[in-house]
């Protein structure tokens, strides 16, 4: 099913680089996720159908005022959010979701994870696959408990490193103090360049 996002026409282009393009990687991984979960691709077998039951819940709903509902995600990275909706619920597979009872000789599914046990995790640096994984959720639903929490931190991080770096520190202290590669830091510096270069243009 993922085809169907990769053939979908895109109404923006899409960069590597450039301002808001770690923001819309994320937003791109949390709908190619959701589009795995409804599929039945991600989890373990007997967890599929509640994933399933997830990510088209996320998929149907149309809400404008959180940024990372699927409208407000097909919209940042460019896809028509109507077309694309109508068009994985119409491929959608039948997983069936009976939504039982653990008896006994079944292993209990998990219980849905606390919001504050997911943002601790992600306030400690884990990554958002990692803490689905940890409570056999998806990304996409990691993102909306947590209120899109690792995108907002990874934006004030970002911030800090470049009011840092204009303060004078080097690449290299930076590199070592939030235990990031050099380049890492080198692209979230050039990034405030390329603003600041598209400010002055703009003016």
């Not at 937003?27 to 088209?56: F, H, N």
């Not at 219980?111 to 504050?116: F, G, L, N, T």
């Not at 940890?134 to 800090?160: H, M, P, Q, Y």
Request: proline share 5%; charged share 30%.
């Amino acid at each position: 099913m993922i085809r169907a996002l990769q053939e979908a026409p895109s109404e923006k282009p899409t960069y590597r680089n450039g301002p808001g393009c770690g923001e819309r990687e994320l937003m791109r991984a949390v709908l190619e996720d959701a589009i795995r979960c409804l599929a039945g691709e991600i989890g373990p077998s007997r967890e599929r159908g509640q994933l399933a039951a997830d990510a088209r819940q996320w998929i149907v709903a149309s809400d404008a005022r959180w940024p990372f509902s699927f409208d407000n995600i097909c919209d940042a990275i460019g896809f028509d959010s109507g077309s694309l909706r109508a068009r994985l619920l119409r491929d959608a597979p039948d997983i069936p979701f009976t939504g039982e009872q653990p008896t006994a000789g079944r292993r209990a599914k998990r219980e849905r994870p606390a919001e504050d046990d997911i943002v601790q995790m992600i306030r400690s640096g884990k990554p958002l696959r990692v803490v689905a994984e940890t409570f056999g959720i998806s990304v996409s639903k990691v993102s909306i408990l947590s209120c899109g929490l690792a995108s907002r931190l990874k934006a004030e991080r970002d911030d800090e490193i470049r009011g840092l770096r204009q303060a004078g520190w080097t690449h290299r202290a930076l590199a070592a103090q939030f235990g990031l590669s050099r380049i890492r830091i080198l692209r979230i510096c050039a990034r405030r360049e390329e603003r600041e270069e598209d400010s002055r243009t703009a003016a």
